[in-house]
């Protein structure tokens, strides 16, 4: 079958990538030269683990091809996968500009019969709007259908979760593009879960809300637990095991960030409003997110003597997770603007993002160079380097061995048998 993949970010790509790994002919399309060129040559714009290697396979052996035209795309292609950014829009409401203008384009340049799929995360309702948004563009009459067909995968480990999905949702109000799609995903070994596109919208967004949920029940949890001495890890392990509860998204840290949890709660957030059924479960989630920094930074203060001015702090890791580029809602850059707000010298490092360099803030290459003269040390992102760094180096350089894990990632015993007055969230 021949796909089209309109947006080639994350989703974009790496959905164009495993249909192709299923036998499939695809071709991606974006209207940023940039990212095309890069794609064409078989590099990737960003980084994601595995994919790179996948993308230069694809495009040596001519199972896909990147185009920014997008008459001839949309006329050569049959089914229609709109992978575009929705990103948050000034109410906290997803902004389908983009969503929008590919809808209309597909409409101008459709000549026959197509099944246009939605996959980037969009509100309830958005298929049909998608559908109103292709007849405006349609010159003459073309039948066609809209599909829901959300996607899960997360950043760094984008490949295996697209690969191995634990279900495939497809909402469909036509039996005929619904056993299409169905056809297309033929080689994955998992559920399919067969609905309505209102219901296959809201089960995106129901399952990000429910784990960013699970991560903010963890961090208040937490919070309790670090005043009473109780070890959190312990208590997400206890806890975990309950097959009702599950393991998974209860590793309590500094908040999660990312271009999708906090977007996605506050977009069904919004929804919920405006339907007048508000979801204050969604609202204290948010709520407890944000306090989570001050939270940390309250921690970093009192160990500190209660003031930070002048102080000079380093931050390992400034991707809102391992294994990406990705700082978006980074709960690590949300603590270094807050520290410099708080006029700290902060001193920073990340194996992949580079920053800008600021009045009060200086990026390295190493992390040696970082912790140099630094009065505190922060785990900001749990990449798996900073686990096995040189700790009897790293106390020697600082000015003062005070370290505190955002991310409860390493060995407290261990690190405080070095000398460290080491503090993690409720890591005891
Ligand atoms: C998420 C969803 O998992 C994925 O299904 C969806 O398609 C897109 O959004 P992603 O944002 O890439 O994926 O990353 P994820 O691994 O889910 O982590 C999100 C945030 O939560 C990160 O900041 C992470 O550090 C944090 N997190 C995750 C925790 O703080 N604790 C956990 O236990 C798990």
């Not at 246009?116 to 109103?132: C, F, M, N, R, Y």
């Not at 490949?159 to 495939?168: F, S």
């Not at 005043?227 to 095991?241: F, R």
């Not at 686990?387 to 390493?410: A, T």
Request: aromatic content about 8%; some cysteine.
């Amino acid at each position: 079958m021949r796909i089209l993949i309109v947006g080639t970010g994350y989703v974009g790509t790496t959905t164009g990538l495993v249909f192709c790994e299923m036998g499939h002919q695809v071709t991606g399309l974006d209207l940023d030269e940039n990212k095309i060129k890069a794609l064409q040559a078989g590099k990737l714009h960003f980084y994601e683990p595995g994919l790179d290697e996948l993308l230069s396979k694809h495009v040596t052996a001519q199972h896909i091809e990147f185009t920014k035209k997008t008459k001839k795309a949309v006329k050569e292609n049959d089914i229609i996968f709109i992978c575009v950014g929705t990103p948050q829009g000034a109410d906290g409401s997803a902004d389908l500009t983009y969503v929008k203008n590919v809808a209309h384009s597909i409409g101008k340049y459709m000549n026959k019969y197509k099944i246009i799929v939605t996959k980037s995360t969009v509100p309830v309702g958005t298929a049909e709007l998608v559908t109103k948004w292709i007849k405006e563009g349609q010159e003459e009459q073309v039948p066609f259908d809209v599909v829901s067909n959300p996607e899960f995968l997360r950043e760094g480990s984008a490949l295996q979760d697209a690969l191995n999905p634990d279900r495939i949702v497809i909402g469909s109000t036509s039996e005929t593009a619904r056993a299409i799609i169905r056809e297309m995903y033929r080689g994955f070994h998992c559920p399919i879960v067969e609905t309505n596109p209102n219901a296959s919208e809201m089960i995106k967004y129901a399952a990000n809300s429910f784990l960013a949920m699970k991560i903010s029940f963890i961090n208040e949890l937490a919070r309790l637990c670090d005043g009473l001495s109780i070890n959190i890890n312990d208590v997400s392990t206890g806890i975990g095991l309950d097959t009702r509860i599950g393991p998974q998204f209860l590793r309590a840290g500094m908040g999660y960030g990312g271009s999708c949890f906090p977007k996605d709660v506050n977009a069904l957030i919004q929804i919920a409003k405006e339907s007048g059924q508000p979801l204050s479960i969604l609202e204290s989630v948010v709520q407890v997110n944000e306090e989570q920094t001050i939270f940390f930074i309250e921690k970093i203060k009192q160990t500190l003597g209660g003031n930070l001015l002048n102080k000079k702090i380093a931050v390992l890791g400034l991707s809102f997770k391992a294994n990406t580029d990705d700082t978006r809602e980074s709960p690590s850059l949300h603590l270094i603007d807050r520290l410099l707000a708080e006029q700290v010298q902060v001193r920073v490092h990340d194996p992949v993002v580079k920053i800008a360099a600021g009045p009060s803030i200086v990026q390295f290459q190493k992390v040696e160079e970082t912790v140099a003269g630094a009065d505190a040390l922060v785990i900001g992102t749990d990449w798996d380097e900073y686990k096995n760094l040189d700790w009897v180096r790293i106390k020697q350089l600082m000015n003062q061995p005070i370290l505190f894990d955002g991310r409860n990632m390493l060995d407290k015993r261990k690190i405080e048998n070095l000398g460290f007055h080491y503090w993690g969230i409720a890591n005891h």
